[in-house]
């Protein structure tokens, strides 16, 4: 599927409605996942670790994804993407606290949106969940460091509809000086 990048991000939404007959090819995740590899990270750190859940172990993490009854549509996906915080090298842990900076959340940032904006190209649909039980996720998959997000990844069902985007006014949001 080719797309301009003006069509990307119109394209590329929280998918609240997944297909749970289709699997997600591996080929889809590496890819997704190259393209989060080479998303910008401060000093090229790359603090963080994705830790990809498919079958049974995706099962289990749709269940801890489930909270204050949030997330009930995880159930029908066909892959998690956790993403663990990782820790700096030298350079990254100098550099955040001259900076008084913990750019670690940035580089995250950065990493998922290039994931979820690769799989969008490829058909995959995605949502980006901050909601979630980090002791039952770490627990499950064996994490010592912060989860600090879950992707979902998988095919939306045939009657999902791309939404028009909700955002606030250009103007509300951009100053020039």
């Given at each position: ?33 190259e ?9 090229n ?17 749709a ?6 009854g ?108």
């Amino acid at each position: 599927m080719h797309m301009d990048f003006d069509e990307l991000i119109k394209a590329r939404q929280s998918c609240r409605k997944y297909d749970p007959e289709k699997v997600v090819a591996q080929a889809d995740i590496t890819a997704s996942l190259e393209a989060a590899r080479l998303a910008p990270s401060a000093n090229n750190a790359q603090p963080f670790h994705f830790t990809v859940c498919t079958g049974e172990t995706a099962k289990q993490v749709a269940v801890g994804v489930q909270t204050f009854g949030l997330n009930k549509f995880a159930l029908d996906a066909g892959c998690f993407i956790v993403v663990s915080e990782g820790r700096y090298g030298l350079l990254g842990a100098a550099g955040s606290k001259i900076k008084r900076q913990d750019y670690r959340s940035v580089d995250i940032g950065l990493a998922v949106s290039y994931l979820t904006l690769k799989a969008t190209t490829i058909g995959l649909a995605t949502c980006i969940l901050g909601g979630f039980d980090e002791k039952a996720l770490q627990k499950l998959l064996g994490l010592k460091d912060r989860v600090r997000l879950v992707v979902v990844l998988g095919y939306a069902a045939e009657d999902y509809p791309i939404r028009p985007k909700k955002r606030k006014a250009l103007d509300d949001l951009t100053d020039y000086r």
